[in-house]
């Protein structure tokens, strides 16, 4: 849709937009992409969750995406046909190939592949040529650092090199800080950017941090004559959702009460013209952050991957977010008059690389920082008969895939692989990378554990997780998607009552018993700590484990059925106010 | 910048405030577990506080928990009651009690005038995910409540 828009193209009513018949969009060209509808002087280009994509790559967006019945076909929760349906995308368009899952295949092999930080380069360049070097920001929301195998390997310093490049000149955080304190400090310090979090704070009573912010609460940029307040909100929920460890001594949290106080600082003090939170809340809990903090202009959202071609405005402020693996760029123009924003102009524009031409300086330090890993990351493991993805509520090819290699080498009953949304794609037919595998694994905590849990708790844990999922409220959503299971099926009622959800559990095809002893693997999460006799001989880490598997298999044929039914949706992109299509 | 700012105050009013905290908790842990009020439900603690007399959900109690505890073991919650804080009336205690815990009360707080405010922050462990109350006992002998959700989780998405 965002291309219709900047072509003229579509009338907009009432936040669905109608496309006019007129020009094909699958025949979008350069221009089309390039097209804008410039407004005052002030240009903000935005750019979140690149999880380390420096290269082009497939990315299919979800083809279930599942939520409390007061949040389906909300914007942050619309996939496949109501997501089509709802921002007015063509059938087989280049957006509907960047946006949705439909018809995947056939349109990556007619667009190619998508995002990759020179291609990006190029557009970039474009726009500051276009509006002037001094009127532009470029905001970067975080989950850069983090999630392929160079970024693993030169401990996130190859993706700064690659920030410094593009020009980005804010960030906040959220996987970042699973590299360490210490590790996230020396980044920030090599890192042209500024990095901001009016939400990260010391906890450590011992500590010269204690009570004391860990980073500049916002910080004042001057940009087409305006001064414009960017306050940093670092992902709230990073202490539980990833290991404390790294994190130990620094408390996360929302802290609503501060940033309303840091927007009044901003507008009282400091009079600027235009307040922006550059955020890795979630689309989700950033729209309820809207409706709770008054005076935002823009929050520039993250951390949950959604494209959202359209921005939304709640409580008078404008919220965007730009998909994910370096997919898009967000540009938004900003008109600003006697000290407020007088009209702002947004467009989602994919980076389709076989449009968009690479900027050889970008290939070149690519290549160059892929040179001393190339041996190993480009590996061929194995091939992969159909389509190996990461995104869906429940149950994904790919994760399948690491959950079978689990079991497979651990002898485990049940594999538990974390429901994150970062990852991959690779076509039917296609060689698996060794790359690949740490663009689905690349963590720096990858140790798969087996121990032992009895079945009562694996159903509190599971309820546990799925309300981390599906709560109504989205503050206490997490923003990710259920853990995938291995060994193990289940039926599930969304809308049910926290630790209600879940039903029918079977592990082997047989019905879980509460007070039977089983072995589980996991990966990726804190389920080790609840459980008991750790068998330490076994640990290995999750991208060892994946590799060997595929080298054995050879060709992976896994099952695209999930092991997941949905009790109370009949489809896996229900519009809203429905259980279904 | 303003890096001070944030928890400007807070930590005077803390120090100002004479507050016996927990002791009454480490009394009550050594009598035999069957009698000790430690094990009672959350309807019987209740009473032990307000002799039977009904709560009052108030606006005067300001009370700040995370909505998702980062760690259960040690969850910061702060609460403010807001009073005159004179000779008639004042905020005799406050009590934060949580519903789910094993023990469900927390902390009891004895104030006096003296105290300039009725303000207190500490740190609470919770089993589980749970509601928190807090109860006011005001110098008039009513009694103010405030309650938030705590949500305790393994965690582990990303």
């Known amino acids: 849709m965002q291309i219709a828009t900047a072509l003229g193209l579509v009338t907009v009513a009432g936040g669905c937009a109608q496309a006019v018949p007129g020009k094909n969009p699958a025949n979008v060209g350069l221009k089309d992409l390039y097209d804008f509808n410039a407004k005052g002087k002030l240009t903000l280009l935005h750019m979140c969750d690149l999880h380390a994509h420096i290269k082009p790559l497939y990315w299919r967006e979800p083809s279930t995406l599942i939520s409390a019945p007061n949040l389906v076909g909300t914007p942050g929760f619309l996939c496949g046909e109501a997501f089509s349906k709802h921002y007015g995308l063509e059938p087989s368009s280049l957006d509907a190939y960047f946006d949705t899952h439909t018809d995947f295949e056939a349109l990556a092999n007619k667009f190619g592949k998508m995002g990759g930080v020179a291609h990006m380069k190029t557009l970039v360049n474009e726009i500051r040529r276009q509006r002037g070097e001094e009127n532009v920001l470029f905001l970067d929301s975080g989950d850069t650092w983090q999630g392929t195998g160079v970024a693993l390997k030169t401990g996130g310093e190859a993706i700064v090199k690659v920030q410094n490049y593009l020009g980005i000149e804010v960030m906040v955080g959220h996987w970042e800080f699973t590299y360490g304190k210490e590790r996230v400090k020396e980044l920030a310090e090599m890192m042209d950017a500024k990095f901001i979090s009016q939400n990260v704070v010391g906890n450590d009573p011992f500590a010269d941090e204690y009570e004391e912010l860990i980073f500049e609460p916002y910080t004042i940029e001057e940009r087409g004559g305006a001064k414009i307040g960017i306050i940093g909100q670092s992902f709230p929920f990073t202490s539980t959702a990833n290991p404390k460890e790294f994190t130990e001594g620094w408390s996360f949290g929302l802290r609503l009460d501060t940033l309303q106080e840091y927007v009044d600082e901003l507008r009282d003090e400091h009079k600027v013209d235009c307040i922006v939170v550059l955020s890795h809340d979630g689309f989700s809990v950033d729209q309820e952050v809207a409706r709770q903090v008054n005076g935002i202009d823009f929050i520039l959202s993250g951390h949950t991957h959604d494209p959202s071609p359209q921005p939304i405005v709640i409580n008078d402020t404008v919220i965007m977010i730009a998909g994910s693996h370096g997919k898009y760029i967000g540009r938004l123009d900003i008109d600003i008059e006697k000290g407020k924003v007088k009209d702002y102009e947004y467009k989602l524009i994919p980076i389709a690389s076989n449009i968009i031409p690479a900027d050889p300086e970008g290939e070149k330090l690519v290549n160059e920082l892929y040179a001393p890993f190339d041996a190993e990351l480009n590996e061929v493991l194995g091939k992969t008969k159909g389509l190996l993805y990461k995104r869906d509520t429940f149950h994904s090819t790919f994760d399948q895939l690491i959950n079978d290699a689990i079991m497979d080498e651990m002898k485990s009953e049940i594999s538990f692989t974390p429901g994150y949304r970062w990852g991959t794609t690779v076509l039917s037919g296609g060689d698996i990378l060794m790359d690949n595998v740490y663009e689905m694994c690349g963590i720096t905590y990858p140790n798969v554990y087996t121990f032992e849990l009895n079945g009562a708790k694996i159903a509190s844990l599971l309820e546990d997780i799925a309300d981390n999922v599906f709560n109504a409220n989205p503050l206490y959503q997490q923003g990710g998607d259920m853990s995938r299971l291995g060994g193990m099926t289940y039926d599930i009622k969304v809308s049910g009552k926290a630790g209600k959800r879940i039903s029918n559990i079977l592990v082997g095809g047989k019905a879980l018993e509460p007070e039977r002893i089983y072995s589980v693997s996991s990966w990726g999460g804190n389920l080790q700590n609840a459980g008991s006799n750790l068998q330490t001989e076994k640990i290995r880490p999750v991208y060892d484990v994946t590799r060997d598997y595929i080298k054995r298999q050879k060709v992976v044929n896994v099952s695209n059925e999930s092991n997941v039914r949905i009790l109370d949706y009949d489809c896996g992109c229900p519009v809203k106010g429905k259980m279904s299509c | ?158």
């Open chain 2, 1 to 158: 910048m303003q890096r001070r700012s944030f928890i400007k105050g807070f930590g005077v009013v803390l120090a100002a405030s004479a507050v016996v905290p927990v002791t009454m908790m480490a009394e009550e842990a050594k009598k035999a577990p069957v009698q000790s009020p430690n094990k009672m439900n959350i309807d019987s603690a209740i009473k032990a506080i307000t002799g039977g007399k009904a709560l009052v959900p108030s606006s005067k109690i300001e009370f700040k928990a995370p909505e998702i505890a980062e760690n259960g073991a040690v969850v910061p919650v702060k609460i403010t009651v807001e009073s005159p804080m004179t000779k008639d009336d004042y905020v005799k205690a406050i009590h934060i009690l949580a519903k789910k815990n094993g023990n469900v009360r927390c902390t009891d707080i004895f104030l006096t005038p003296a105290n300039g405010t009725a303000h207190f922050a500490t740190r609470i462990k919770l089993g589980e995910t749970q509601d928190i109350l807090v109860i006011a006992q005001m110098s008039d002998g009513t009694f103010l409540s405030a309650t938030q959700n705590v949500k305790v989780t393994i965690g582990g998405c990303g």
